[in-house]
């Protein structure tokens, strides 16, 4: 036996160092780029890729989440690549920039959505509308890059150095404006930190913006608008919300009581005291018990003539009768069917005697 384990053991020991050496043999460390999530700057700076590549090129650039109100200041010379949806700049704001271009400043702004009003646009005599377009050029690769947009602007052609269009809309678009420089474009999103690391938009970002870099500074102008609510629970907050919705529908099933058709609803009990009543006066007459429903009544007349009334209290009979009609203006012969009925199984005599004595009972 001790023999036998020696042997067992050497085979293991044996097949392990094979299965190392063949390991060894044919693994390869190989470099593999996982894109992880920015941090830092570049999480609320859509322009920081750019601004990192224009320095190593040699350009002074410099990223701000406003035009005005931060340094270093706007000088002529200089390149604004706005960045900030042109809907909210203010008047104030739009004078500047546009005091800026005439006097030799150099702006690069995308356009807002059609039909919204924008200051910017007005100054520079643009229009925004929806329009499919689509830029295609040679890349270095020697391969057809394309770069599609759906917003696009109308202007005055003349006007233009260079425009993206046949006939317009136009998609891209650059002009003199006083002593300054202006280019127009559908969007910019090709300049922000996830598009830059395609080439198509690497090669589309200098054929438009490097005409206007010169020694003047580049100021990234990036918005500081913060998605909704619910944009970042779906874009960051997935792996919480997606196990808690699938809780919740199992514990939903759990709680549902059957599957099928609705119930019928219940029948609400109700008091129907008048049919009651009614059925109650059917069943008496049918056994021929007026006499039962009369009797009281009557007697709680008399009794009420007797209390109110010390005249009438002491007659009776016919005197009684004539006295209550000259008292309530009423028919002799009604007040005595009334008082002293001489066939209460027919319905209409039993009736109109209730009704009468009902009428004498509430009457002062």
Request: charged letters at 25%; proline letters at 6%.
């Amino acid at each position: 036996m001790k023999h036998r384990s020696l042997i067992l053991t050497a085979l293991a020991l044996i097949a392990a160092a094979l299965g190392l050496a063949w390991w060894f043999r044919t693994f390869e460390w190989v470099p593999r780029e996982i894109a992880a999530p920015f941090k830092g700057e570049a999480r609320y700076n859509a322009y920081y890729a750019l601004e990192r590549a224009l320095r190593a090129s040699g350009h002074d650039a410099r990223s701000r989440s406003a035009i005005l109100g931060t340094t270093p200041a706007l000088a002529p010379g200089d390149v604004v690549v706005l960045g900030a949806d042109a809907r909210v700049l203010t008047p104030g704001e739009v004078e500047a920039l546009v005091a800026f271009v005439e006097e030799g400043g150099r702006l690069a702004f995308a356009l807002p959505p059609a039909g919204d009003e924008a200051a910017l646009l007005d100054a520079f005599e643009l229009e925004s509308v929806e329009q499919h377009q689509c830029l295609e050029w040679k890349g270095t690769r020697d391969k057809t890059e394309r770069y599609c947009t759906d917003r696009a602007f109308l202007a005055d052609a003349d006007a233009y150095e260079w425009l993206h269009g046949d006939d317009g809309p136009y998609a891209f678009g650059r002009r003199r404006f006083g002593d300054g420089v202006v280019v127009v474009a559908a969007s910019l999103r090709f300049l922000e930190n996830r598009s830059l690391k395609r080439a198509r938009s690497t090669e589309l970002a200098w054929q438009l913006i490097g005409p206007l870099l010169g020694d003047g500074r580049v100021h990234l102008v990036y918005a500081t608008d913060v998605p909704p609510l619910y944009v970042l629970i779906i874009r960051n907050g997935w792996p919480l919300v997606v196990p808690f919705a699938l809780a919740l529908l199992a514990w939903l099933a759990s709680r549902a009581g059957r599957l099928g058709p609705p119930l019928a609803v219940a029948p609400v009990h109700r008091r129907a005291l008048l049919e009651h009543v009614r059925a109650v006066g059917e069943l008496a007459f049918r056994r021929g018990r007026v006499v039962g429903i009369y009797t009281p009544l009557r007697n709680a007349v008399i009794a009420r003539i007797g209390r109110t009334d010390s005249v009438l209290a002491v007659l009776d009979g016919e005197p009684l009768v004539v006295a209550l009609a000259e008292r309530h203006a009423r028919p002799v012969a009604e007040i005595r069917h009334a008082l002293y009925p001489t066939d209460l199984s027919r319905p209409g005599a039993f009736v109109a005697a209730i009704r009468t004595l009902v009428e004498l009972k509430e009457s002062r």
